[in-house]
């Protein structure tokens, strides 16, 4: 929970000489202590070490010594566990131990590589997934180390709200207003607490309204996820498992945690959308003077008390400011101009103040009443929403719903900008995980830390949803089909994020739908009728106890059912050919964004290809749905509207479908889907051209036979060919109207558990 950072925090930083020449050694770390200090960090060292060792199964992870103060990290690249030795000296022996476990469970049993990273950066979605994974990851070690609970509860007694306390006033500070979502949080994290020291479970009453509510619609979904790990046995054998454990806690957190926690984080945006706009007119009354910061366009809207009120709490925000600047120029004076932190002067920062940004005034504009002087800059401080009416908040929430659409998004964007920092602080204090989070690894990967891969010559690497003979069997198949399928089309991710931005709200509303269907189809998670167990049936018990059963004799408890692979496998098969240019492809690609992204947020194992006379990967199984994908499916424009160079003149249906079928087969899910986007007029080319390619043969096949779900789908007019060939089908739609009819007809392939 508190310290080692999730990926590649500041361990190396931590342990550079201030000149930065070297790297302090531990033997001059331990020179900075007296020899019976130096005993006893030396001997918590190696007790915390063997926990380490022990706990997270990983024995050549070295557990060093920091700097003094430099805190508890863990680098990712070099795998080194860095803490402090000021802790050592300070805290009882039991508290250690409980971090070091903590961190080595999370080392054990966390996993986020398979999350999207557009997901993981949604504002608040991170901070959601470290308030569930922490009591997760301790519920793992408190059932296979009972000694560790006794660890815990000296930890969680102390630290939970001394952490929730901090940050309470941290964001008043930043922010000028409490995140209903850190809330929320938090108050997992104490409700956890309580469950496991046997208290009763209630939602704290000084919460707001709508945090109470949230809480109180998710608690049981979060307390499904925590519970969602594997067993001592299995996290010994299998990292397949311990894997899949994983996905089953994060597609809780997605599916039934996240759409009431998300509500949330919007009412925080707006709030801080609300703070934004605060402090440009705070910058504008220090521009022009007193009484000018609030907008005309705004005072029109306000009553003459409403007016003086955000007057009077702009004019104090100001003069607070102005204390904070003076105060810090005092203390940079003393330490020659550096931060108070005592770390370097940043990238766009002078010993004034931070770099001149959009809504700062310039220098040296004297004579203004709270005007500052030359060579400072001004950033405002947030207003305590709390103390402005409720009335002055909504009238200031609809002037900035008038604003232009490029000034509404600016707001957004530092609203978004500033959450966030507050968000990744208090992740830096909960995550501790030893494992990466899908966000550093692309940043490591775009530092060049992160190579594609080891050396040239190091064998390629199955993907997590492949098993070592579909691996062997898909590089046959790339091997027999060399002349004819191609990895990627022309990059153009330009085009991609075009036509994404054209369809975002489409996007928003299939997922949801198909969320619905996906979430509902789940088989349940938890067994009941054991005489021991995780968690008791409540009203099996009640019913027991009517029958005059024994606690003794009571077969109400639950356990966890083994996580299983998703129940869906769904491939998307594209139409590249000729008869597709113009409107058509470009309508259709509009429709493949929209699949390919939502079912990439529900975690759907799916499978992109285009095809004329070749077949195109463009995501296969696996695969995680990333920026280069985009960057390759944006090419497909170009592949039909060059058609006239040769392979796009033709469109191999048959062939291309059986390809896809087979590969579809391979998959290990319960239900499987082939969507096929078409203008349904087959053209073969002679390599395709024989009687077992005929379409509407391959088609009956994997109706008949292989239990393969087949939809066709005609994205635009002059697609009404896709009926003749596709018994279950779609055509002359337009890309809103499929968003709607597509989930009516899964929904009813489902339902019906039959084949069309």
């Excluded at 809103?736 to 489902?750: N, Q, S, V, Y």
């Amino acid at each position: 929970m508190k310290g080692i950072e999730f990926g590649e925090p500041q361990f190396a930083a931590a342990m550079e000489a201030r000149d930065g020449s070297r790297v302090v050694s531990e033997k001059e770390i331990l020179e900075q202590f007296s020899e019976k200090e130096q005993k006893e960090i030396k001997y918590k060292q190696r007790v915390l070490a063997s926990l380490a060792y022990f706990i997270g199964k990983d024995f050549e992870i070295p557990v060093e010594l920091n700097q003094l103060g430099g805190g508890w990290h863990w680098n990712f690249k070099d795998n080194k566990i860095g803490i402090d030795p000021k802790d050592l000296l300070e805290k009882p022996l039991d508290y250690l131990r409980y971090l070091i476990c903590h961190e080595g469970s999370h080392r054990r049993i966390s996993r986020t590589d398979f999350i999207p990273v557009e997901t993981w950066q949604q504002p608040g979605f991170s901070y959601m997934m470290n308030a569930i994974e922490d009591p997760r990851v301790d519920n793992f070690v408190a059932e296979n180390y009972p000694k560790f609970k006794e660890f815990s509860q000296t930890f969680h007694d102390v630290e939970i709200e001394n952490l929730e306390n901090k940050y309470k006033e941290e964001a008043k500070e930043k922010l000028g207003h409490q995140p209903r979502f850190i809330q929320a949080g938090f108050e997992y994290l104490r409700l956890w607490y309580k469950e496991t020291q046997g208290q009763a479970v209630e939602i704290s009453k000084a919460l707001p309204q709508e945090v109470q509510q949230v809480v109180q619609k998710t608690i049981a979904s979060a307390r499904d996820s925590w519970w969602r790990y594997p067993l001592k046995g299995e996290a010994d054998s299998n990292d397949d498992l311990i894997k899949n454990y994983a996905k089953v806690s994060y597609e809780i957190n997605l599916d039934e945690v996240w759409p009431e926690f998300k509500k949330l984080v919007d009412e925080d945006m707006k709030d801080q959308n609300m703070q934004e706009s605060l402090k440009d007119m705070q910058s504008k009354e220090q521009q022009e003077g007193k009484g000018q910061g609030v907008p005309q366009q705004l005072k029109d809207k306000l009553t003459p008390q409403q007016q003086k009120e955000l007057e009077e709490a702009i004019d104090k925000a100001i003069k607070e400011a102005k204390k904070d600047r003076e105060k810090n120029k005092g203390e940079e004076g003393k330490d020659e101009g550096k931060p108070k932190d005592g770390s370097e002067i940043g990238e766009g920062e002078t010993k004034e103040g931070p770099e001149k940004g959009e809504g700062q005034p310039q220098e040296g504009q004297g004579g203004k009443p709270n005007e500052i002087s030359q060579g400072e800059t001004f950033s405002g401080k947030p207003i305590d929403l709390d103390s402005l009416s409720e009335g002055l908040k909504q009238k200031i929430k609809e002037f900035i719903d008038s604003l232009p659409p490029e000034k509404k998004k600016e707001l957004q964007q530092r609203a978004e900008k500033e959450i966030k920092a507050l968000e990744q602080k208090i992740n830096e204090e909960l995550e501790g995980k030893l494992s990466e989070n899908p966000q550093q690894k692309v940043e490591r990967a775009a530092e060049g830390k992160l190579e594609d891969k080891k050396t040239e010559s190091a064998p390629e690497q199955p993907r997590p949803d492949f098993d070592v003979e579909q691996e062997e069997q898909r590089k046959k198949d790339l091997g027999k089909y060399t002349d004819i399928l191609e990895k990627s089309l022309e990059k153009d991710a330009n085009v991609y994020e075009k036509y994404r931005s054209e369809v975002l709200p489409i996007i928003e509303s299939l997922e949801n739908d198909l969320r619905e269907i996906f979430v509902a189809r789940r088989a349940s998670r938890w067994k009941s009728g054991f005489k021991t167990g995780k968690r008791i049936d409540i009203k099996t018990r009640i019913q027991e106890k009517a029958k005059g059963i024994s606690a003794v004799e009571s077969k109400a408890w639950q356990k966890r059912e083994l996580p299983s692979e998703k129940d869906y496998a769904i491939s998307i098969l594209v139409d590249l050919s000729g008869s597709m240019s113009g409107q058509k492809i470009r309508e259709t690609f509009k429709a493949v964004i929209v699949l390919s992204e939502v079912l990439n947020k529900l975690s759907i194992k799916t499978e992109i290809l285009g095809f004329n006379d070749r077949l195109y990967e463009y995501q296969t199984f696996g695969e995680s749905f990333s920026r280069e994908i985009r960057e390759n499916m944006g090419g497909a424009l170009r592949e039909v509207d060059n058609y006239n160079g040769g392979r796009a003149s033709y469109n191999d249906d048959g062939w291309a479908l059986q390809e896809t079928s087979k590969r579809l087969a391979r998959q290990k899910a319960a239900e499987k889907f082939i969507m096929v986007l078409s203008d349904g007029v087959p053209e073969e080319s002679t390599a395709h051209s024989g009687s077992e390619f005929d379409l509407n043969r391959v088609v009956n096949h994997i109706i008949q036979e292989s239990g393969q779900k087949l939809i066709g789908l005609g994205i635009g007019s002059g697609t009404d060919h896709v009926e003749r060939y596709y018994p279950n089908s779609l055509s002359n739609i337009n890309v809103k109207e499929m968003a709607e009819k597509l989930a009516d007809t899964i929904r009813e392939m489902i339902d019906n558990y039959k084949n069309f």
